[in-house]
């Protein structure tokens, strides 16, 4: 099981692609680089940062992506069809088995949910964040919206986003601001492609591509 630390931080954290010179440098850098479902052809690389302060939990993630496509414009929407990447996280690994899952694709819409394990295959639903709460999450990327068809220049992207945790409050109805030495479950995923290009950051051990297996969270600690 990989585990990854959430560094903190004092400063602004800029929604932006550069790491240099900024927050995003003091951050630990993961790889989005197990591809459980690989049968051929590239393996593009998708890295990123996390980092966190009182107000809220800070990504960022860059993309070599070479067919870079978006078509979702509705909150909600199904942006795992899109290029995308997504943040799955159990702040309350030790109570149920309920876990946020966060979706945005390459322009900057997203789906940002509040579910329990096996909720499709149970009949029992979700939460799905409302427009008002939703307009407090931050989303920056590199690629122009609200759509984007792709093109031969395609190469990578980046996209920086601001989780703020009164809007996961308000979404889970649980109060999960970390401290120090707080610890979570969770995942970092790369979406929109190809089954054999999947990969996530944890390795699932399923035949197919199923992201929504709690089971094989690692671990995030807070710094």
């Keep these: 099981m990989r585990e990854y630390t959430v560094n903190r931080t004092t400063d602004d954290v800029p929604l932006a692609g550069t790491v240099s010179g900024t927050p995003w440098a003091d951050a630990v850098a993961f790889r989005i680089d197990e591809f459980s479902w690989h049968d051929g052809g590239p393996k593009p690389l998708t890295t990123g940062r996390a980092l966190y302060d ?3 939990i800070y990504l960022q993630y860059h993309v070599e992506d070479t067919d870079i496509a978006a ?5 909600n929407g199904p942006t795992y069809r899109d290029s995308s990447v997504e943040f799955f996280a159990d702040p309350t690994s030790d109570d149920d088995s309920r876990y946020v899952n966060f979706e945005p694709n390459c322009c900057g819409q997203f789906k940002l949910a509040w579910q329990e394990r ?3 295959a149970r009949g029992i639903g979700r939460d799905l964040v409302s427009s008002d709460v939703a307009a ?3 989303v920056e990327t590199s690629v122009p919206g609200p759509t984007k068809d792709p093109h031969p220049d395609d190469e990578e992207w980046w996209l920086a986003a601001a989780l703020p945790f009164d809007a996961l ?3 889970t109805g649980v109060t999960l601001a970390p401290t120090s030495g707080t610890e979570w479950r969770g995942n970092f995923y790369r979406s929109g492609v190809p089954a054999a290009q999947k990969a996530t ?7 197919e591509p ?3 297996s709690p089971e094989y969270f690692g671990r995030l600690r807070f710094e």
Excluded: F, G, Q
Aim: no cysteine; charged share 35%; proline share 7%.
């Design 54 to 56: 009182d107000r809220a």
């Design 71 to 75: 078509s979702v414009t509705e909150l």
């Design 118 to 120: 096996d909720w499709e």
């Design 136 to 138: 407090t999450v931050d």
């Design 169 to 171: 409050e308000a979404l």
């Design 201 to 207: 950051w944890n390795p699932i051990e399923k035949p």
């Design 210 to 212: 199923d992201y929504h």
